[in-house]
């Protein structure tokens, strides 16, 4: 009888939050106003051409493509939570891996789109694959964005379908048509030992075949700058570094999305400080390599210093993204190492304030990236306006790269409202099997 009533806790604690109420409408219905306002914004690009945004013949990639990296970079987490950790037999990542998933799929659905926005003609995007050329790492870029996407769709909602059928048997909420929804979604899935062998194997496969898609889409992203001549982008190392830098993205994501769930859906029995001590070991462990390839990125061509790299340090060490450079690699990289080696440090409400620096750090440290170098480039800039020289975004540009934030916000809130966010039943199998260990001791 004690097992029952604490599968019936275990069920209400994790299925609590699916609810229709007033917070969660003006929260959806805020956002999409403000989807909306953006919107307007890309109709006004659309009517009025690229030159309503601050890119030109020199600086053609602005914000746009550091925000698609930005996009590309973060979803990458869900490989290395679902797969690498859980493969590697780290369970303690498990009541994890779903929200990871959500982050996954959100910012990989979203980074299509994003790329898009940067484009002058968004009707000529079919001409991509009409006119494919297999030289081409556009074609790469696009293909393994696209695979990462499915694939990181079907390992959040395939594992998820003894949760669905636990759903389609107990749900009694409003409104009634979620019943009815959760019983198409769960696929017929009967929990036999069938049905678990089949699903067990279908997510071992899934986990196994989304780490090389992951590791391939952020480094064909890293091949569109490392393949040109550009000082900042000519290097080998892109590869490694941008899925260094990937990591640390996503696992600061991960980790304020934790502290959410935890006290907004009253979850801390199931995300516990341990959580959170171990994803900021996990942190500084993938910072510390991240730091290593931006010292790779900056110490190797410092040594040789040639000509058009030593413009391009200047600009970013002494010149005028120098502010923003040392912010990042400051506020968003050395400061958080050295204060999460402090377990104080690595409880949740410090842990999250760190992880948002970590975040935000992330985006410019993208935006770095991508824009510096094309203020430089071979040929003198000569007998043009002012504002080709140095990038400015306008207005406009900005309240465009807000769009995909807030689609991603809108398809997280949407997925986390409506869904558990941890395992139901990989919940209750985990209890049950403390439970008998304690019993035989």
């Known amino acids: ?38 919107l307007y914004a890309y109709v006004l690009q659309l009517q009025e051409g690229m030159v309503v945004t601050g890119l030109g013949d020199y600086v053609s990639w602005g914000i746009y493509v550091a925000n698609f990296v930005f996009f590309v970079a973060t979803s990458l987490i ?41 484009m002058g003609r ?10 494919a050329r297999i030289q081409s790492p556009i074609l790469w870029d696009v293909t393994v964005v696209t695979t990462y996407m499915v694939i990181s769709l079907l390992l959040y909602y395939i594992p998820m379908l003894p949760d669905l059928k636990l759903l389609r048997e107990r749900f009694d909420g409003k409104p009634k048509i979620f019943k009815k929804i959760y019983g198409i979604l769960s696929l017929g899935f009967s ?4 049905h678990n062998e089949i699903l067990k194997k279908t997510t071992k496969i899934l986990a196994i075949l989304i780490i090389p898609v992951a590791l391939a889409i952020h480094t064909v992203t890293s091949w569109l700058f490392a393949s040109t001549s550009r000082a900042g ?16 993205a996503g696992t600061a994501a991960v980790i304020m999305a934790m502290y959410f769930f935890r006290y907004n859906y009253k979850l801390h ?29 900056f110490l190797v061509p410092a040594y040789k210093m040639k000509k058009a790299e030593a413009v391009h340090l200047d600009a970013l060490l002494a010149g005028h993204h ?21 377990k104080q440090m690595r409880k949740p409400k410090p842990l999250l304030i760190i992880s948002f620096f970590v975040l935000i750090g992330s985006w410019f440290k993208r935006y770095l990236i991508v824009v510096p170098t094309q203020e430089h480039p071979f040929l003198p800039i000569q ?50 099997k403390e439970s008998h260990e304690k019993t035989i001791q």
């Not at 982008?233 to 640390?248: C, E, L, M, Q, R």
Request: proline share 5%.
């Open 78 to 118: 869900g490989m290395l939570i679902s797969s690498v950790l859980i493969l590697s037999g780290q369970d303690w990542a498990k009541p994890l891996a779903r929200i990871a998933e959500i982050i996954a799929f959100s910012f990989a659905a979203v980074a299509g789109l994003v790329i898009v926005m940067d």
């Open 269 to 297: 029995d199931y995300i516990k400080p341990e959580h959170f001590n171990k994803m900021g070991k996990l942190l500084v462990l993938v910072s510390l390599v991240y730091l290593y390839f931006n010292l790779n990125e």
């Open 122 to 131: 968004p009707e000529r995007l079919l001409y991509v694959i009409i006119h």
């Open 233 to 248: 982008w000519d290097s080998t190392i892109f590869g490694p570094y941008f899925v260094s830098g990937a990591f640390v």
């Open 383 to 432: 007998n043009v306006p002012a504002y080709f020289k140095i990038y400015i975004p306008t207005f406009t540009e900005i309240l465009i790269t807000l769009a995909p934030i807030i689609l991603v916000i809108l398809i997280f809130s949407t997925l986390a409202k409506f869904f558990p966010v941890i395992p139901i039943a990989e919940t209750i199998e985990a209890h049950e």
């Open 191 to 194: 929990g036999s030992v069938k």
């Open 322 to 342: 120098a502010l923003m450079f040392w912010a990042v690699q400051l506020a968003g990289l050395i400061i958080p190492i050295l204060a999460l080696l402090f």
């Open 1 to 38: 009888m004690s097992h029952l009533n604490n599968h019936d806790k275990i069920y209400t604690d994790l299925t609590r939050h699916i609810r229709l109420n007033p917070v969660f409408l003006a929260w959806m219905l805020g956002t999409t106003g403000l989807l909306g306002v953006c």
